[in-house]
């Protein structure tokens, strides 16, 4: 187990505040002002500077940055660009045709990519949960996990490979007496290349958090539910499935945040101009937009766009999914 | 070993005797996940194959698993392109250089954030937190990078992405559950924060430094993007810039294969770098595997 090498955590909920003093004084008051706060604690203080320094010049100052999406910008002034110019640049790309294909793009491969990449762990989860022999069993996670600490740009090499006129899958279609097709051209196939790369990479390694949530289930639930007379399969959907079911809301809210980033950098290795018709997303758009075309505002107003819409996904979701069932990130 | 998941002896407990039905069931099962193994090793085999066959074969669609007509042609030409060799050494200098900054500045903040008593914890905590879900984007940090001046330098690559959030979180929660006890009567000698850290603190939490290292290390060896962008010359390129260009065909090894076969280059050299690349990473997978595990868990509990 885990225990073996990192020290267990308890499962407790967060510290409450006014327990804990500190060391070797006695705690004042809940209420301290920031004077008496920075006395005691100012080599606590001093060691956060460098990392909110960090966050606070490279997180934030670039949302900050976002501004140039209203602004004129040249190249080589100001980072926060030269003058207003209002919604022009959002006016620009909601009446830009490409746009909206692209946008359409990518809620197709979010899509898609949700509906693959999010049920596929559980289902590995609960049949690797299902092996007796435990050598084995330990050998199918080894190889699943081995995948997720490739690099996209190894992974998009690997697809070349495959998908090569004289890669594997024309193999395939040769033997069954078809032509070889050139996959990486053709826009029909890329969905299908992109999602199964996507589960190729992701689904081993994402049975991990469902395997941890599947040993905390009490052991006598299912004791009970036997002596109810319930099958394997009622045990499996009245009792390991409610288990998990935390672990499922948190991992779909995080894939909902994720939702409109789908696989930039796969894609950007991975799509052609032949294949744009279904490949090009908004990231990948607004990439080209900014470094091809060098219009940095337009680009900037589409990446915010991309961003709120990625903020309000992950919010709602959470907000219902705390209204519905009671799991919330927060 | 980690063995995840496994309540002992659990499935036995769940019935007196195995339905035939379940008995069929853990039949498929067994196949399926020999599948699943399958499917996820073939695209390595395939791949070392094709670095080590002979292009002919290559080109007539004949090799899947096995080798044919054995052929070291292309690794002598990735391995004697001098420019593969700088690039492999840069992705070992950014990737030395960058885990250690992030591991300075994940675990500063990580261990000042699970101090529940300190005021403002909440607001830094937030800070952190908020970056999760909403990020400046590509172009105002390009822009901003690019006029810090850090273009064309290391710091391009190390610092922008100097600490992630869910490695500080998995750290918080680590530095949580230590006992306070230890730290106290640390302070009771007259330690002060910084001599607690460094000769109580760090030395309880080896394992989990050692597992952010590696979360980092890989994170910063895979990756390319960022080099993609913020470099302009060649000798200054990771590796995976380097197998990036070779893909796209943008450079097809100038300096190895420019008198070989063009077509040639493509297949084979594309095959080679991949298995030079990943061969470090499949090198000591297995031995450090269960530190990537723990550490998830560890994230899950609190993250």
Known sequence: ?330 | MVTLGTRRDAPQTRGPVDSRGYRIFRVVNTVVLIGVVIVTLYPFLNIVARSLSEEAYIIAGKVSLVPRGFDLTSYKLVMSDSMFWTNYRNTIVYTVVATLISIVLTTCYAYVLSKPHLKGRGVLVGIALFTMFFSGGLIPNYVLVTSLGMKNTIWAVVIPNAISVFNLLVMKAFFESLPTELEEAAAVDGLNTYGILLRIVLPLSKAIIATMVLFYAVSFWNSWFTAFLYFDRQDLLPVTVYLRNLIAGATSAESAAADADKVQAAATLQAVTVVLTTLPILAVYPFVQRYFVSGVMLGAVKG
Request: hydrophobic letters at 50%.
């Open chain 1, 1 to 330: 187990m885990t225990a073996e090498t990192l020290r267990p955590t308890p499962p407790t909920p967060e510290p409450v505040p006014a327990e804990a003093g500190p060391p070797g004084r006695r705690a004042p008051g809940r209420r301290r002002t920031w004077r008496q706060a920075l006395r005691r604690d100012w080599q606590l203080y001093s060691l956060a500077v460098l990392p909110l320094l960090f966050f606070l010049i490279f997180r934030y100052l670039p949302m900050i940055g976002n501004i140039i999406a209203f602004r004129r910008f040249k190249p080589g002034g100001s980072i926060f660009g030269e003058y207003w110019v209002g919604l022009r640049y959002f006016r620009m790309f909601f009446t830009d045709p490409t746009f909206w294909e692209v946008f359409t793009n990518t809620l197709v491969l979010g899509t898609l990519t949700l509906l693959f990449c999010f049920p596929l762990p559980i289902v590995l989860a609960l049949l690797l949960n299902e092996v007796r022999a435990r050598r084995f069993k330990r050998f199918v996670q080894s190889v699943s996990y081995l995948p997720h600490f490739l690099s996209i740009v190894i992974v998009a090499a690997m697809v070349m490979q495959l998908t090569s006129i004289d890669g594997t899958a024309n193999q395939l279609v040769r033997l069954f007496g078809g032509d070889a097709v050139a996959f990486l051209q053709q826009p029909e196939w890329f969905r299908t290349i992109y999602v199964s790369s996507e589960v190729w990479q992701t689904v081993g390694w994402g049975t991990i958090l469902y395997l941890a949530a599947l040993t905390t289930i009490d052991e006598d639930l299912y004791e009970a539910a036997r002596i109810d007379g319930a099958s394997r399969l009622r045990q499996t959907w009245h009792v390991t499935l409610p288990g998990i079911r935390p672990t499922m809301v948190t991992l779909l809210i995080l894939n909902i945040g994720s939702f409109m980033a789908v696989g930039f950098e796969k894609i950007l290795l991975l799509y052609n101009p032949l294949t744009y018709p279904t490949a090009d997303v908004i990231s990948t758009y607004l990439f080209r937009m900014g470094f091809q075309s060098s219009n940095f505002s337009y680009a900037a107003a589409i990446g915010l766009f991309e961003a709120v819409i990625g903020l309000v996904l992950v919010l709602s979701a959470n907000l219902i999914s705390r209204r519905t069932v009671g799991t919330s990130l927060w």
